[in-house]
């Protein structure tokens, strides 16, 4: 086999990896959200309650989680399928991060413009659809783009529960070839690539929708 | 109460042994690899303010090149791909090394963001005051960004223990692995993951409660 | 007629009362200023009025109807009140056009062609159309409160408050603004306008209300509280400058 043929066999996988990405940066953005804003607006108990919940999110390895999910669930009837599964475990881990991320930019909105809403009308819903939220996600840039890598580094571990995605390709491929010094360094610099691509698209994103000098406060 | 009334427990008790001794091998681990990722952030660190230009490209080129890629990716890369040179080293040893190049990669990106906030006058009028560039380095610079950076280290050594749970998949037999071994054996897959989940949490807890104490100690008085 | 009037109104936090039985009236067209020193309570007088601080008693009428009552639409209220605030509020990641445009499309529910029109023909007057696409940040302090003022005036409110609408201005800013006030005052906007500034007091109103300790200490054309020689109060606050 060739270098451009294993090249070729681990695009396939890639196809899987940014599903799996995706798939989860989905689920972390709706996660983080719900809990960030169910934080701003509910009371102490809920607050208190999703605290909880986050710090379990983000005390329990991301593995272990995904273990839990799709080998333990269907111990109690639940099938879980492998996508799902991560999205469950990868996804929710994200969304509790996402969900710090989104406080500290909520925090970060500056509380005259709220006033302002307040002073002009608008009802605390209003305040939050038209002033908070849209303010607190542009704040939000940096943060969301990082927790988006790290989800692309942690997909690898779908392998673990069969999706044939860049890794579980890689060791079929070792597994055939013996040359794994040759394949993980390709799929190595084959993740860096599409790392560097996923940063230079947000970053292309984010220069189209700038706000001149938002970002300096 | 006797474990009986906990069938479960009672189950696990039966994996006593393996259990602790994966726990132990768990712990061994995270501890090597916080101390080595932070010996080696500090060197990064160090490095990637160095004054030859060709020094600090390829300081940040790691640093990119270990923050942009998986860990596990380079695990298999040590584990499967140095046996083809004729080098064979122990799981343990293969996770120490690619841990410590990962974490050091992120540590000193913290090192670095920390330094930015530094007050550059203070560096200067250090070496204004004739000391040396290592001297400033070890007398003003490091010490001053690792303290500002302990709440991102101390976030990174939770990291440590969290990632420690991946090394099962190079054969490196630690607490999850064990934890595997009681899942098929007792066919309890839902309970010992949950309670797998539950130690590692318990654990993570004991590092953060610790890292509040340390970061009260080391917080300089007037400083963010 | 007057489209505000203040009876009794008292402001407490528990032991410390801000506004000690606040008393006047504000007919339409004309233009008020309140003044004194600070602390005196007037930033909170005009924050009651809006009910963002909500009154400890007292009755305030507002185009006749009683607003302290139970069961007020208070945000009916306040859409009908245009507030300029000190900093000028504007929301920074909303373009200029759009800071106008945005109550008139989510509060009056107006069709967006017809929010923009209202939207720069507001601009407009206060000569800031062409910095329609502009974002906050990029504006000077004076363009900033001509936006905000714009975005207040947009509402086609009863009223305009203002609340220290010159001391986050540098001097030149200062006089631009007093000019831009001044304009309004003289195509009778009705404004009630906080402030310690006398050269805008006097530039943009016809009486004082004079607030001390949370009360009304005196109610009079500027000319007059300035002739007053030998008040102590009086002249503590106006100190050398009249």
Request: proline share 4%.
């Amino acid at each position: 086999m060739s270098f451009v043929d294993i090249l070729a066999t681990l695009l396939r996988g890639a196809g899987y990896t940014l599903l799996i990405t995706l798939a989860c940066a989905a689920t972390a953005l709706v996660v983080g959200l719900v809990i960030a804003i169910a934080r701003e607006l509910g009371g102490a108990f809920l607050s208190a309650a999703l605290w909880a919940l986050v710090y379990v999110l983000r005390g329990v390895p991301m593995l272990v989680l995904l273990f839990v999910v799709f080998f333990g669930l269907p111990g109690i009837g639940l099938d879980v399928p492998p996508l799902v599964a991560m999205m469950l475990s990868l996804g929710l881990i994200s969304g509790a991060y996402l969900s710090e991320v989104f406080r500290g930019a909520f925090a970060a909105v500056n509380s005259n413009e709220l006033l302002a809403a307040k002073a002009m009308g608008f009802t605390q819903f209003e305040t939050l659809r038209l002033i908070k939220i849209p303010q607190m996600l542009r704040f939000s840039v940096p943060g969301m783009v990082n927790e988006l890598t790290t989800i692309l580094k942690y997909s690898p571990f779908a392998y673990t529960v069969g999706i044939p995605e860049i890794t579980k390709q890689a060791m079929a491929l070792v597994a055939t070839t013996m040359r794994g010094l040759e394949i993980y360094a390709a799929i190595g610099l084959l993740y860096f690539g599409i790392y560097w691509l996923l940063l230079s698209a947000v970053r292309l994103v984010e220069k189209r929708y700038a706000i001149l000098g938002f970002a300096e406060e | 109460m006797s474990l009986e009334a906990f069938p479960f427990f009672a189950d696990l008790g039966a994996y006593a042994p393996e259990i602790l001794k994966g726990l132990r091998n768990t712990i061994l681990l995270s501890v090597t690899i916080t101390l080595t990722g932070l010996l080696g952030g500090i060197a990064v660190f160090g490095l990637a303010l160095s004054p030859s230009r060709i020094i600090r490209f390829i300081t940040q080129s790691y640093i990119s090149l270990f923050i942009g890629t998986p860990l596990i990716v380079f695990l298999f890369l040590l584990y499967y791909g140095l046996p083809q040179l004729g080098l064979t080293l122990s799981p343990f040893v293969i996770a120490v090394f690619g841990f410590t190049l990962n974490v050091s990669a992120y540590n000193a990106r913290y090192l670095t963001i920390a330094y930015k906030g530094l007050d550059q006058a203070e560096l200067e009028s250090a070496r204004a005051q004739g000391f040396s560039r290592f001297q400033v380095f070890r007398l003003i610079t490091a010490p001053q960004s690792l303290r500002m950076s302990v709440p991102a280290l101390t976030n990174q050594a939770i990291q440590n223990l969290k990632d420690s749970s991946i090394v099962f998949l190079i054969q490196y037999i630690e607490f999850f692995a064990q934890m595997q071994e009681v899942a098929s054996r007792t066919f309890l897959f839902f309970k010992t993951y949950l309670f797998t989940a539950f130690v590692y949490l318990l654990l993570v807890s004991i590092i953060v409660l610790a890292a509040r104490q340390l970061e009260r100690k080391v917080a300089i008085p007037g400083m963010g | 007629m007057a489209i505000l009037e203040v009876r009794n109104l008292v402001k407490s936090y528990g032991e410390k009362t801000i506004l000690d039985g606040v008393s006047f009236e504000l007919e339409e067209g004309e233009a008020k200023v309140i003044m004194g020193p600070s602390g005196c309570g007037k930033s909170t007088l005009l924050r009651c009025l809006n009910l963002l601080i909500e009154p400890s008693s007292g009755e305030i009428r507002f185009d006749g109807e009683d607003v302290t009552r139970e069961g007020v639409d208070v945000r009916a209220l306040r859409s009908r009140i245009g507030f300029v605030f000190q900093n000028f509020a504007l929301y920074r990641h909303l373009s200029v056009l759009d800071n106008v445009t945005l109550a008139l499309r989510r509060l009056k529910k107006l069709p967006r062609r017809e929010a923009e029109e209202r939207a720069l023909h507001e601009l407009d007057r206060m000569e800031m159309a062409e910095k329609r696409d502009a974002y906050p940040a990029a504006l000077s302090g004076g363009q900033m409160q001509r936006v905000a003022i714009a975005r207040a005036l947009a509402m086609d409110p009863k009223v305009l408050f203002f609340d220290e609408p010159t001391s986050a201005l540098d001097p030149i800013m200062v006089r631009e603004v007093v000019t831009l006030i001044n304009q309004l005052y003289l195509e009778n906007v009705t404004i009630l306008c906080v402030t310690h500034d006398l050269c805008l007091a006097r530039y943009i109103s016809d009486r004082v209300v004079f607030l001390d300790h949370g009360r009304v200490y005196a109610e009079d054309l500027v000319e007059n509280l300035l002739g007053r020689e030998g008040d102590p109060v009086i002249d503590e606050f106006f100190g050398g400058e009249g």
